[in-house]
């Protein structure tokens, strides 16, 4: 690493000549290209210091006829306040120690000048990016993906049949039918999103890239409350089901401690092996198929021996007005979306699935449970009384005892343990984990939630999920009908965000390469079909929505609140700073000191922006997407070059006129000679232990020859 400018190794450059006798680089005698007028943004004028203001009204009329000085003293800029760390010669060196503050309005100014700086990356160096980047993980095949999530669509036949007959009635079967194929329209649309911005935590990633991290968190407590959902549901519909087999009691067991040990049990088998969760879940799918399959076929040979004198009769009991049978249709179909949640999970761990598979995983789910749901129903109706299937009793157990005997109805019991209990838990330990991965990477939650066990397993995830699931289940009152109407809103609220995700993927970042797109229409189609759907689950009960929404606010407010950490400490910094008494006592006395260090450490961490030209109005957009953004108080630039003619003549000035232009921030210069692509990303980032995470470049194009997911996760903004 050199710490020379690019002038000076210009000099050095131009001291040997290249074959031939012919200068590579023009003598330093050279005319420069000259400045050209550039105007900063009106907010960033505003934060420049007045250093500049006071030398030249001084240099303008310094003193009266005595000699004395007539200009007052200007305000110390907080910019001098920088002098606290010396300018840094070297990228890697350590910083000076930082001096706490001597108050509030101080603490935001603990950093120092920035540097300019070239680094040299060895061939050694990028022979370790490269052989880091061929490493590629096991990725799951079709079947195994597709096992993950459709535990939660084909066992939701277990709690999603009772709530559709009671609204439905005989419709049930063509109202699970509609729901199944309103998912055809989201099949384009997740193509398209998991195409250009193939990372795991679903519309979180999604809307971190098209939008920002404000919008993202939105994304991220939709994905979070709906994954703990689906894990609780799950346990109490398992819980309760059993619990109907044993008219109410449970050997003296409450349903709520069934579930709850439920909930236990697979979080232990996460534990010891989460990674290895595809196959337990490929096995809990392939015996649920079967079960389903065998209670199918004896059904229908049933129904062909005793006729259909059943299905006539509860025929007879349908609305008789045109605006009744609509009616039931209608919010028959809002419900009947329950028997299709786990789709939306599919994309939050879509970075373990081969992208060849991840289309083949779509289809597989969406027509297996179209397969599934509505001649299932059909056959319910077929061979079950409209008293028997609206009693409360467990309708396909029910319906195994009729056609086969007792024998079907207890292999159909242990199914719903396996696929519900055991599955629909599983992927929501799976999709929340994931989640929580992604977020500690982008610095949202702490990193703990990165580590991992022996066994690859991130315990502290696990673990996490285990409360907040126990929490969820114990705040309804251990109620199943109360989780399952907070999930009949959360499901299709993901779904819309998927629909707005991929409005702003087209909008702001269309040049993103990938290899499929969504039509327009389709997409805003699928927006409204998922509004409609949220009102018809609403109007009904309207209370729903208020439980959806304390659920919500409240994950959401502890996403935001972790995302704002500096903020919330600065607050407590000036409650601190006007609050005497606390100042004076013994076991508050220095809370000041620490809580200004805890900043600087949070802020130290630096985030990388890779830039291509010195326009100063995309530098200043840059930096101020980073400050909305991210909790720093240093940010690099990088600039790969291949020849040093190439680089931009006034980027050096510019930068120096950011760091000068934010006072909060120390703006860093690196020039790197290589060619931009993954593997000098990859290089660079173990260079200067900066994670791919929390680097950004801009929007790439179709002609670039890589895709986002090349890059490992660095981040996209519109520079």
Not at 33 to 56: A, Q
Not at 115 to 121: D, G, P, W
Not at 465 to 476: G, K, R, T
């Amino acid at each position: 690493m050199k710490a020379t400018t690019l002038r000076d190794e210009a000099k050095t450059t131009h001291a040997t000549n290249a074959e031939g006798g012919d200068d590579i680089v023009p003598p330093p005698s050279a005319p420069r290209t000259p400045r050209t007028n550039r105007t900063l943004p009106l907010d960033v004028m505003n934060d420049v210091t007045t250093n500049d203001k006071e030398k030249t009204i001084h240099a303008s009329n310094p003193n009266d006829e005595d000699g004395n000085d007539i200009v007052p003293p200007l305000p110390q800029s907080p910019r001098t306040y920088k002098t606290l760390v010396h300018r840094r010669p070297y990228i890697t060196d350590d910083p000076d120690p930082m001096h706490a503050p001597p108050s509030f309005a101080q603490s935001e100014f603990e950093t120092g000048w920035g540097s300019t700086s070239y680094v040299e990356l060895t061939p050694h160096d990028m022979e370790l990016a490269s052989s880091h980047l061929a490493t590629k993980p096991v990725l799951l095949e079709t079947l195994r993906a597709s096992s993950i999530a459709g535990n939660g669509m084909y066992g939701s036949v277990f709690y999603a049949f009772p709530a559709v007959a009671a609204a439905a009635g005989i419709f049930s079967p063509l109202a699970l039918l509609i729901a199944c194929l309103i998912l055809f329209l989201f099949r384009p649309i997740l193509r398209e999103l998991g195409s250009a911005i193939r990372m795991n935590g679903a519309i979180y990633s999604y809307l971190l890239q098209c939008s920002g991290k404000a919008m993202a968190l939105v994304g991220a407590a939709a994905i979070f409350l709906d994954s703990v959902a689906t894990a609780s549901v799950s346990a109490a519909t398992a819980s309760a089901y059993l619990s109907g087999e044993f008219g109410g009691a449970l050997y003296g067991m409450k349903e709520a401690a069934v579930a709850l040990g439920i909930l236990a049990l697979l979080a232990m088998v996460g534990l010891f092996n989460l990674r290895g969760s595809s196959v337990l879940a490929a096995s809990f799918t392939a015996i649920h198929l079967a079960t389903m399959a065998i209670l199918m076929v004896a059904s229908l040979v049933a129904w062909a021996r005793h006729g259909s004198d059943t299905i006539r009769a509860n025929w007879e009991l349908r609305p008789q007005s045109g605006s009744e049978v609509a009616k039931a249709i209608f919010y028959g179909t809002c419900l009947a979306f329950l028997g299709v949640t786990g789709f939306e999970t599919i994309p939050t761990y879509i970075e373990n699935i081969k992208p060849s598979s991840y289309p083949l995983t779509l289809d597989v789910c969406i027509y297996t449970v179209l397969a599934l749901n509505a001649p299932l129903m059909l056959l319910v109706y077929a061979l079950l009384p409209t008293s028997d299937i609206l009693s409360g009793g467990n309708i396909l157990s029910l319906l195994a005892e009729r056609v086969a005997g007792k024998w079907l109805r207890i292999l159909v019991v242990v199914d719903c343990m396996l696929v519900i209990g055991g599955g629909g838990v599983l992927l929501g330990m799976v999709a929340m984990s994931s989640m929580l991965q992604r977020l500690a990477k982008d610095r949202v939650v702490p990193s703990a939630f990165l580590r991992t066990l022996p066994t690859g397993s991130a315990h502290w995830s696990i673990l996490f999920f285990l409360l907040v699931a126990i929490l969820l289940y114990a705040s309804s009152g251990f109620n199943l009908t109360t989780i399952s109407s907070v999930f009949a809103v959360t499901f299709p609220s993901v779904l819309l965000l998927y629909s707005v995700s991929n409005l702003l993927l087209k909008f702001d970042r269309d040049r993103l390469p990938r290899d499929y797109r969504a039509n327009l229409g389709v997409t805003v189609l699928a927006f409204v079909a998922m509004l409609v759907v949220l009102v018809g689950n609403i109007v009904p009960s309207p209370k729903i929505l208020g439980l959806f929404l304390a659920y919500f606010v409240v994950v959401l407010a502890c996403l935001v609140g972790l995302r704002s950490r500096i903020r919330l400490a600065r607050i407590a910094m000036w409650l601190y700073d006007q609050n005497s008494i606390l100042q004076k006592w013994s076991w508050t006395k220095g809370w000041d000191s620490s809580i200004v260090r805890w900043m600087a450490r949070l802020r130290k961490r630096p985030v990388c922006v890779w830039v291509k030209g010195d326009d100063i109005y995309n530098l200043v957009e840059a930096i101020l997407y980073v400050r909305r953004n991210e909790m720093t108080s240093r940010v690099i630039l990088l600039h790969a070059y291949e020849n040093a003619l190439d680089i931009p003549s006034e980027m050096e000035a510019n930068v120096k006129i950011l760091d000068e232009a934010f006072p909060g921030i120390t703006v860093d210069l690196i020039f790197l000679t290589g060619k931009f692509n993954p593997v000098l990303v990859e290089a660079v980032s173990a260079k200067l232990e900066v994670p791919k995470s929390q680097m950004f470049m801009n929007t790439m194009g179709s002609s670039h020859g890589f895709d986002l997911s090349d890059y490992g996760g660095v981040r996209v903004a519109n520079l």
